[in-house]
T-cell receptor
Framework: KAGVTQTPRYLIKTRGQQVTLSCSPI?????VSWYQQTPGQGLQFLFE???????NKGNFPGRFSGRQFSNSRSEMNVSTLELGDSALYLC????????????FGPGTRLTVT | QQQVKQSPQSLIVQKGGISIINCAYE??????FPWYQQFPGKGPALLIA?????SEKKEGRFTISFNKSAKQFSLHIMDSQPGDSATYFC?????????????FGAGTILRVKS
């Protein structure tokens, strides 16, 4: 099976712009979770989507949003980018039931200037 | 209550030695405890995971020890190799209908000297 894919792999944006990141889960997986990784804050949970519905949400401002499509592919959007949004954004795919194995993609490296 | 505390922050081990990384948690509702390995420029890779109904799980050179009463779990890497040099993260989640939100430890940078 192909692994989790994320596009694009690298992005450079300017403060105030918005960005959309994409994630394709492992075939058959219905749960997609998003995480932010920074040197200062480590790995932090953003949100999880299951069957096109947000099932969990982390403690991030409303500028961070996501959605999931009927084919389980997911996108996350960050509006009004701030310098502090520079991070590695990781997507993880899971079979669906809670507390099950999550497999991460390679991430999208976002740099905000 | 959502925190997972990981130690040490960094670790240097000789080739062939045992690497030990420890994690502690507070939330007794956590029921799934995975370990991830991350190389520079890559996403975290699932290494091994345990649930609270067992005290130990072994897969190859990697072993998780779990102490439910102490709310602690640890990763042991036997016969450590230079290729094991990476950052290791412990994590915890509450399963069932609560979904797949992982709470991560801060990470341990492991260097295995040849």
């Amino acid at each position: 099976k192909a692994g989790v894919t994320q596009t694009p792999r690298y992005l450079i944006k300017t403060r105030g712009q918005q960005v959309t990141l994409s994630c394709s889960p492992i075939s058959g997986h219905r749960s997609v979770s998003w995480y932010q990784q920074t040197p200062g804050q480590g790995l932090q949970f953003l949100f999880e989507y299951f069957s096109e519905t947000q099932r969990n949400k982390g403690n991030f401002p409303g500028r961070f949003s996501g959605r999931q499509f009927s084919n389980s592919r997911s996108e996350m959007n960050v509006s009004t980018l701030e310098l502090g949004d520079s991070a590695l954004y990781l997507c993880a795919s899971s079979g669906g039931t809670g507390g099950s194995e999550q497999y991460f993609g390679p991430g999208t490296r976002l740099t905000v200037t | 209550q959502q925190q997972v505390k990981q130690s040490p922050q960094s670790l240097i081990v000789q080739k062939g030695g045992i690497s030990i990384i420890n994690c502690a948690y507070e939330n007794t509702a956590f029921d799934y405890f995975p370990w991830y390995q991350q190389f520079p420029g890559k996403g975290p890779a699932l290494l091994i995971a345990i649930r609270p109904d067992v005290s130990e799980k072994k897969e190859g050179r990697f072993t998780i020890s779990f102490n439910k009463s102490a709310k602690q779990f640890s990763l042991h890497i036997m016969d450590s190799q230079p290729g094991d040099s990476a950052t290791y993260f412990c994590a915890a989640s509450i399963g069932g209908t609560r979904g797949n939100k992982l709470v991560f430890g801060a990470g341990t940078i492991l260097r295995v000297k040849s």
